[in-house]
C-alpha cells in the first residue's frame, strides 16, 4: 500500500493551504513540504497492524534538483528535474507508538525530519 500522507503535490495553493493549518495549530510552517494528514495514516496503520497484514512502514523522502512539473501536463512538455534524490528508511511496526496522538506525533516527527533533509 502506498499513501501520501500530506495528502496532494506540493504547489503555491496546497503550500498555502498548509501554511494556514500551521498558524490554526500553532506549529510551524514548511518551506519544502506539505503537513501530512495524520487521521487517516493513524486509522490505515491500526487497521493494518491489528489484521496482521503489515510489519514495517518505510518512510520515503523524494527530492528534486532544479525545476521539478507540478502537474502531468508540464511533465510531459518537458518539466523535469536535473536530479531526483531518494531517501528510505523502514521503521517496524511493532516500534511505533500505539496510541492515536502518538502515531500522529511520530508522522509529524518524520515530516520534521524530511523539512531538514530536503532543506540540505
Do not use: M
Not at 20 to 42: D, I, M, S, W
Not at 51 to 75: C, H, Q, R, S
Not at 76 to 95: D, E, Q, W
Amino acid at each position: 500500500i502506498l499513501i501520501f500522507p500530506e495528502g496532494t503535490n506540493l504547489t503555491p495553493v496546497t503550500k498555502e493551504k498548509s501554511d494556514e493549518y500551521a498558524l490554526q495549530h500553532n506549529v510551524k510552517p514548511y518551506e519544502y513540504c506539505l503537513h501530512p494528514r495524520t487521521t487517516g495514516f493513524t486509522y490505515l496503520l491500526n487497521t493494518l497492524r491489528d489484521g496482521e497484514i503489515i510489519d514495517a512502514v518505510d518512510d520515503i523522502t523524494v527530492g528534486y534538483e532544479g525545476t521539478y512539473p507540478l502537474d502531468e501536463k508540464e511533465f510531459f512538455g518537458g518539466v523535469i528535474p536535473k536530479t531526483v534524490h531518494f531517501h528510505c528508511k523502514r521503521y517496524r511496526v511493532s516500534s511505533l507508538p500505539n496510541e492515536n496522538t502518538e502515531i500522529g506525533e511520530w508522522l509529524q516527527t518524520r515530516w520534521n525530519e524530511k523539512e531538514v533533509q530536503l532543506h540540505k
